[in-house]
């Protein structure tokens, strides 16, 4: 079975910018999550979708937003950037209504805004 | 308020040593719990997790965790550290009603030789 798979590995945007990260979930999983890790900081959630809705949001101001798709991939937008958007941005996803929340990880994302 | 903490933030053991990871945590109903390992610059692996039952669980590479409800804690373990275990140890509970994980700052693990 395949993981969770998560493009780009890195990149670089200008404070203002916006971006787009894209996240494959692993084969049979239906819900995705996105989380913000900062340096030095445990994973803090954005949101999960659910069936291409959002059914949960931490958090995170309107600039972050999502979309999940038929296959159950996944794309986080971040407009407005701010230096306090670097990070490491995970993706997880997990088969919902399995009952063990077995949510894996992808590599991550790890983004710099300058 | 459900919430993770790790009191240590950076251990550090001889190669061979064993070693004992604090997790403490706070949760209004049964938790399940979770363990993941982050080597530098990489996403995090699932080391083991906590439903129900046996409250020992063994996990991969070696490592065990125990679940204690009186003392909300969920301690990883492992008798003999290898070089190669030297990364970043969250514990995680869930799920909460947004159905994410909460996790706690990390703890560091370094590795002498």
């Known amino acids: 079975e395949t993981g969770v798979t998560q493009s780009p590995t890195h990149l670089i945007k200008t404070r203002g910018q916006q971006v787009t990260l894209r996240c494959s979930s692993q084969s049979g999983h239906n819900t995705v999550s996105w989380y913000q890790q900062a340096l030095g900081q445990g994973p803090q959630f954005i949101f999960q979708y659910y069936r291409e809705e959002e059914n949960g949001r931490g958090n995170f101001p309107p600039r972050f937003s999502g979309l999940q798709f038929p296959n159950y991939s996944s794309e986080l937008n971040v407009n407005a950037l701010e230096l306090d958007d670097s990070a490491l941005y995970l993706c997880?996803?997990?088969?919902f209504g399995q009952g063990d929340y077995g949510y894996t990880f992808g590599s991550g994302t790890r983004l710099t805004v300058v | 308020a459900q919430s993770v903490t790790q009191p240590d933030i950076h251990i550090t053991v001889s190669e061979g040593a064993s070693l004992e990871l604090r997790c403490n945590y706070s949760y209004g109903a049964t938790p399940y719990l979770f363990w993941y390992v982050q080597s530098p610059g990489q996403g995090l692996q699932l080391l083991l997790k906590?439903?129900?039952?046996?409250?020992l669980v063994q996990g991969i590479k070696g490592f065990e965790a125990e679940f204690k409800r009186s003392q909300s804690s969920f301690n990883l373990r492992k008798p003999s550290v290898h070089w190669s275990d030297a990364a970043e140890y969250f514990c995680a509970v869930g799920p909460t009603s947004q159905g994410n994980l909460i996790f706690g700052k990390g703890t560091k693990l370094s590795v002498k030789p």
């Open positions: 997880a996803s997990t088969q």
């Open positions: 906590y439903f129900s039952g046996d409250t």
